[in-house]
């Protein structure tokens, strides 16, 4: 039974284009079941968590990541009485905007649309589930429910807000524009927290990123057992397994230490939150959106030792000379297949170029800032949603040298 400040399918605001209720299938249950359906969705098999995906088979995928995500937000959610299915499909819809190879891709393309209204990963998300899904006779995108929109816009905190949140904007006016076309068609209230659902996907995708990174972390050789028993937490529950298992194989090891550690994250987020709801006593998901801060989070002692691992797993991983040598590698590919897009659109696939003659006319003269901007965001629909493996096949077949 769902707690009174969880969303109730019953009141969902509906979506941006009406359609018939389904006999047996709540809206955010249609919303889950849409973006599992998605293009975009199928993509993440092919995208990068941290390695570039053809290094290795079993290391973290997008779409793996997505899951892991997927599986811990129903856990919470369903611990607290919120809605099991809106937090999945926030959880299974929060990375879809992510372009190839991970944030290194992202932070090339953030770099190169700065002149024409900006990218982010979360903005590109609503992008494509309100407009480039186009699989559907009477819309575009995958028409969700605001409650769903909302989450993908604001699951990591208000997106406008003057606190200066790494991931909110000062006003509307500085708003990356697909987050700002979404937002003008349809008020997602982006100075306000975001549903306790969203915040448990949120919470969800720290979890699984700091416990798979782990794993992929060691499976790659970048750190050792050794290492790991130096840093809070990790450390605590490799003493618990060797005073167990004494004499136990270093995979078991391994994966005993780190999903007790995963174990850890988890009940303390909920044990968090069953605090504050019952001392803040919130009698609607409104009331949820209006509070000062998150209501799902870590406590503050957690929150330090993972601070302490997150700089551990960005000095050792994210800034591995091997990954670090990827990483500009990648970039570089990034950054010649934009302009080259750019110059010759013509080059872009058959389907396409409807977008680019579009493009043109909203435009107007092709040399008008006006129609360079019109241009860029559809050169980077088609860049953001290339995976790994074929935006580095479209970087030999167009450029061909090697990196």
Same mark, same amino acid.
């Given at each position: 039974?769902?707690?009174?400040?969880?969303?109730?399918?019953?009141?969902?605001?509906?979506?941006?284009?009406?359609?018939?209720?389904?006999?047996?299938?709540?809206?955010?249950?249609?919303?889950?079941?849409?973006?599992?359906?998605?293009?975009?969705?199928?993509?993440?098999?092919?995208?990068t968590q941290v390695f570039v995906e053809h290094e290795g088979d079993y290391y973290r995928t997008r779409l793996t990541h997505t899951i892991e995500v997927a599986q811990v937000a129903r856990t919470i959610a369903g611990v607290l009485g919120l809605n099991t299915d809106l937090a999945e499909a926030v959880a299974l819809? $929060? +990375? %879809?905007?992510?372009?190839?190879?991970?944030?290194?891709?992202?932070d090339a393309l953030a770099?190169?649309?700065?002149?024409?209204g900006g990218f982010d990963h979360n903005a590109q998300?609503?992008?494509i589930v309100t407009k480039l899904e186009k699989h559907y006779a009477d819309f575009d995108g995958l028409n969700l429910t605001w409650e769903t929109l909302e989450g993908i816009a604001k699951h990591n905190g208000p997106a406008i807000s003057d606190k200066g949140s790494s991931h909110s904007y000062p006003s509307r006016a500085d708003l990356p524009y697909a987050l700002a076309e979404v937002d003008a068609q349809w008020d997602l209230?982006?100075?306000?927290?975001?549903?306790?659902?969203?915040?448990?996907?949120?919470?969800?995708?720290?979890?699984?990123?700091?416990? $798979? +990174? %782990?794993?992929d972390g060691l499976r790659a050789g970048l750190f050792d057992e050794d290492d790991l028993c130096t840093l809070p937490v990790i450390g605590e529950c490799?003493?618990?397994?060797?005073?167990?298992?004494?004499?136990?194989?270093?995979?078991?090891?391994?994966?005993?230490?780190?999903?007790?550690?995963?174990?850890?994250?988890v009940e303390d987020v909920i044990a968090v939150a069953q605090n504050r709801l019952t001392s803040l006593g919130p009698e609607s998901a409104d009331d949820i959106r209006h509070m000062d801060g998150p209501i799902i989070r870590f406590s503050k002692p957690l929150y330090q030792n993972?601070?302490?691992?997150?700089?551990?797993?960005f000095e050792r991983m994210y800034r591995a000379p091997t990954v670090v040598v990827e990483r500009r590698r990648v970039t570089a590919m990034i950054n010649a297949l934009f302009?080259?897009?750019?110059?010759?659109?013509?080059?872009?696939?058959?389907?396409?170029?409807?977008?680019?003659?579009?493009a043109r006319q909203e435009g107007g003269d092709r040399t008008r800032p006006e129609a360079k901007q019109a241009l860029a965001r559809v050169v980077l629909d088609y860049v953001a949603g290339m995976t790994d493996r074929f935006a580095i096949q479209e970087y030999e077949r167009l450029i061909g040298r090697a990196l």
């Open positions: 039974m769902l707690k009174p400040y969880a969303c109730q399918p019953e009141d969902s605001r509906g979506r941006l284009h009406d359609e018939r209720i389904s006999t047996f299938r709540s809206p955010f249950q249609r919303d889950r079941d849409r973006i599992i359906h998605s293009s975009a969705f199928r993509r993440l098999k092919h995208k819809a $929060h +990375d %879809l905007g992510h372009p190839p190879f991970g944030h290194t891709g992202e770099e190169l649309m700065a002149p024409y998300a609503l992008r209230e982006l100075e306000t927290n975001a549903s306790a659902e969203a915040q448990v996907a949120a919470v969800a995708d720290d979890v699984a990123y700091n416990h $798979h +990174d %782990l794993h490799f003493a618990q397994v060797d005073a167990l298992y004494p004499d136990l194989d270093r995979t078991r090891r391994q994966h005993e230490a780190l999903r007790r550690v995963f174990g850890v994250m993972l601070k302490a691992i997150k700089g551990f797993l302009p080259l897009f750019m110059e010759q659109p013509e080059l872009l696939p058959e389907e396409w170029l409807e977008e680019v003659a579009l």
